[in-house]
């Protein structure tokens, strides 16, 4: 199957997904979502499907998110956000996510360029993760009025020390060795060496596909400077809020320790504070699905109080880069706020995933 977004196809004994939006660095759109999905599903029992490899067009990114301009668009007479598109896309989009965790047959994402949001989603979760020397690595939502989401919160919630805490507030980019150090990938491969690997695990005589991969695992990784900057992340992100990091981050002259408290007080205070929330409880919860549920929640309240459509606004559609924040400062969102956010819906929209 070939769309004009997703080239969908059989290769030998692959069954290859191309994310086929270059200009718009592969941005993830709902049609995107279900036509994944409906592969997946298809290949799921096929005997002639081995291996399914997921890439991007291009050569700039595999995917840069999720294309939250459509949930801008998603509105009520241009004042009030509908919540029929945002529900459905997370809940596809979610659902998808969890399939690629369990999925019953190798699952290769290649992780080349930039890999963003709904990127990860699509990625991250895969049995194989390969990264390049071009890789960037990033869940910048808190930007955005928006939670770490797409299972973003699980990856982060067990990530080593309090890298998660550190890359899931402020958005840091990983580049391939530090997705590696933070769990978000396996192997590093030069970006030159991708397409030979991926025709052998396409050939029905390249041998066995697990064969294939433990080839590659040993490739060496190069240094990471996430893991150099160990000590002064867990320094500042083991505190228990927000405030008390950006007041640790402020106390210190290291330069990355300038950069978080920069960051910090530039992203929205509730998506911080509710991200720090969920990235906390995931390291609780007994599965990915567990940690999808708490994400839709948050991130459909925070859609339907307009601080995700603020944010879209303010960074990509009028670009003004001053968003208003509500409630404007981290004092006044509330630990009854965060309650209120994390909680089941009383209403049946709670998603209801099954490990499969």
């Known amino acids: 199957m070939t769309t004009e977004d997703c080239l969908i196809r059989r290769d030998g004994r692959a069954g290859r997904i191309t994310l086929n939006r270059p200009d718009a660095l592969n941005a993830l759109t709902y049609g995107m979502v279900k036509a994944i999905s409906a592969a997946l599903d298809a290949w799921r029992t096929d005997p002639a499907v081995a291996v399914v490899v997921l890439d991007g067009a291009g050569g700039r990114a595999l995917c840069a998110g999720g294309d939250i301009i459509t949930f801008y668009e998603a509105r009520t007479n241009g004042s009030k956000p509908d919540p029929d598109y945002a529900w459905g896309f997370w809940r596809d989009e979610y659902m998808l996510n969890a399939t690629i965790k369990r999925y019953p047959k190798p699952y290769v994402a290649i992780m080349d360029g930039i890999v963003m949001g709904g990127g990860v989603g699509l990625s991250a979760h895969g049995r194989t993760r390969i990264v390049t020397e071009k890789t960037m690595v990033a869940m910048p939502e808190t930007a955005i ?212």
């Open 145 to 356: 009025g928006l939670i770490p989401d797409v299972g973003g919160t699980w990856l982060l919630g067990h990530a080593q020390g309090r890298f998660g805490e550190y890359l899931g507030l402020t958005g840091a980019r990983m580049d391939g060795a530090d997705a590696i150090q933070a769990g978000f990938a396996d192997i590093f491969m030069p970006r030159g060496e991708i397409a030979a690997l991926v025709t052998r695990l396409a050939d029905g005589n390249g041998g066995l596909i697990d064969d294939i991969l433990d080839d590659v695992a040993d490739k060496p990784v190069p240094p990471s400077k996430l893991a150099d900057a160990r000590e002064l992340i867990s320094k500042i992100f083991a505190h228990e809020t927000v405030e008390a990091m950006h007041t640790a981050a402020l106390g210190t002259t290291d330069p990355l320790a300038q950069r978080v408290a920069a960051d910090l007080a530039s992203k929205s205070p509730k998506a911080l504070k509710l991200a720090l929330a969920a990235i906390r409880q995931a390291r609780d919860l007994p599965s990915l699905e567990a940690a999808l549920a708490v994400e839709y929640r948050l991130v459909n309240r925070l859609y339907m109080d307009g601080e995700f459509v603020e944010g879209v606004r303010a960074l990509l559609v009028d670009k003004d880069k001053a968003p208003k924040w509500s409630p404007p400062t981290l004092s006044m969102v509330s630990d009854a706020l965060v309650t209120d956010y994390l909680a089941p819906f009383a209403d049946g929209h709670e998603l209801k995933l099954t490990q499969q």
